[in-house]
């Protein structure tokens, strides 16, 4: 399997714009987590999804943050309009079942908003 | 005060010593601990998991719990300088919470 796969890798822009971020989760992960990691703040669940459907997102730090998972196969979190304390590393992962504790994360996409 | 506490370093070791590594976590509800490496630059992987107090070992790899404290430590036997990287420590709570993860310690293993 390839992994947990993100993208963009590297996305630079200006305050004000929106910013779409993909991932697609290992087949057969049933649970897909968003984190994003700050010098300052560390690595901060965001939001996770089991089996397509929300079920924490008490982390989306404002309205400005959302998450969808159309299907079992893809993932977006979208920031609009974007900020400069955005600016970070977010951090997608999947996981087979939710006991396990082990994660698998993509190789994340660096934040950097002007 | 965060959920999961660590010192973020760095911790500085010479090749061969041991390393070791501390984590404390405040939610007693917490059931099982992680541990997690992440070098520079790259995403975070599961080196460890422990479920119950004591130690579980795995390879130079030693895990301790201790719920009573709310304790978690790794140790690493025969540091390399391949283990330079960041730990990070995490817990997973009851119910459906996901796991929250300490902030991370530096280590450096000096050749």
């Known amino acids: 399997d390839a992994g947990v796969i993100q993208s963009p890798r590297h996305e630079v822009t200006e305050m004000g714009q929106e910013v779409t971020l993909r991932c697609k989760p290992i087949s057969g992960h049933d649970y897909l987590f968003w984190y994003r990691q700050t010098m300052m703040r560390g690595l901060e669940l965001l939001i996770y999804?089991?089996?397509?459907?929300?079920?924490?997102d008490s982390g989306m730090p404002e309205d400005r943050f959302s998450a969808k998972m159309p299907n079992a196969s893809f993932s977006t979190l979208k920031i609009q309009p974007s900020e400069p304390r955005d600016s970070a590393v977010y951090f997608c992962?999947?996981?087979?079942?939710?006991?396990?504790?082990?994660?698998?994360f993509g190789e994340g996409s660096r934040l950097t908003v002007l | 005060q965060k959920e999961v506490e660590q010192n973020s370093g760095p911790l500085s070791v010479p090749e061969g010593a041991i390393a070791s590594l501390n984590c404390t976590y405040s939610d007693r509800g917490s059931q099982s601990f992680f541990w997690y490496r992440q070098y520079s630059g790259k995403s975070p992987e599961l080196i460890m998991s422990i479920y119950s107090n004591g130690d579980k070992e795995d390879g130079r790899f030693t895990a301790q719990l201790n719920k009573a404290s709310q304790y978690v430590s790794l140790l690493i036997r025969d540091s390399q300088p391949s283990d330079s990287a960041t730990y990070l420590c995490a817990a997973k709570g009851a119910g459906r919470r996901a796991l929250t993860f300490g902030s991370g310690t530096r280590l450096q293993v000096q050749p």
């Open positions: 992962a999947s996981s087979e079942g939710y006991n396990t504790g082990e994660l698998f």
């Open positions: 999804f089991n089996n397509n459907v929300p079920i924490d």
